[in-house]
């Protein structure tokens, strides 16, 4: 991994900010990153009753996608910006967001996010057995890349009992959380961008 700093040109102004990239020669570190993951995901259960594992670091995912996506990491907030994202593509200058996710539990919103793209990093297998409650699980390194559009996200039922949207949340300063791949990707069919799997890194 590298610190660059670069030129983000945002819709308050232009910006100098120090980014993280990651490359090819940091799947190694990644990979070891993930088994140990694996290892004390199955300790976690296995040998301390534990009843769930530890979520996959933001710090994980989001490097797998800097890799995958070419993009730089966003480490450091900016002095003047009001924009909130995880990502920057310098080529395009677009702001990105990422969720990733190794269940089909709820992902969580800002009231006033923004940013030009939104992504999911999802960890399909992982997610499907802890669905089906399978006891020995596999814990598969493939992961898929999805590209979400924001305006599946305003109309979106986020609290069935008071029927509220998500839209209607984020007005109320709220975070909405909500199911990405119950409420979105299943029920559109969506295909993922990209396909990969750390255990082959």
């Keep these: 991994m590298k610190y660059k700093k670069t030129k983000l040109i945002l819709p308050e102004g232009e910006f100098e900010n120090e980014l993280l990239f990651f490359d090819k020669s940091d799947k190694k570190v990644l990979k070891k990153y993930f088994k140990d993951w694996v290892q004390l995901s199955r300790d976690t259960v296995e040998k301390i009753g ?4 530890p979520n996959l670091s933001e710090s994980f995912t989001e490097a797998v996608f800097s890799i995958e996506m070419s993009v730089g990491r966003c480490i450091k907030s900016i002095s003047g910006s009001s924009s909130s994202f995880d ?7 677009k702001r990105i ?14 009231p006033r996010s923004q940013y030009d793209e939104i992504y999911l990093i999802f960890f399909r297998n992982i997610a499907d057995e802890k669905e089906k409650k399978i006891k020995k699980k596999k814990y598969s390194g493939k992961f898929e890349i999805y590209k979400l559009n924001p305006n599946d996200f305003p109309n979106i039922i986020v609290n069935e009992k008071k029927n509220e949207t998500f839209k209607d949340q984020q007005k109320a300063g709220k975070r909405p959380r909500f ?17 990969g799997d750390i255990d082959k890194w």
């Design 87 to 93: 990502h920057y593509d310098p080529k395009t200058n």
């Design 179 to 195: 199911s990405i791949p119950k409420k979105i990707i299943d029920p559109k069919g969506l295909k993922p961008i990209r396909k």
């Design 97 to 110: 967001q990422l969720k990733g996710a190794s269940s089909y539990g709820p992902s969580s919103f800002g």
């Design 50 to 53: 534990g009843t769930r594992t």
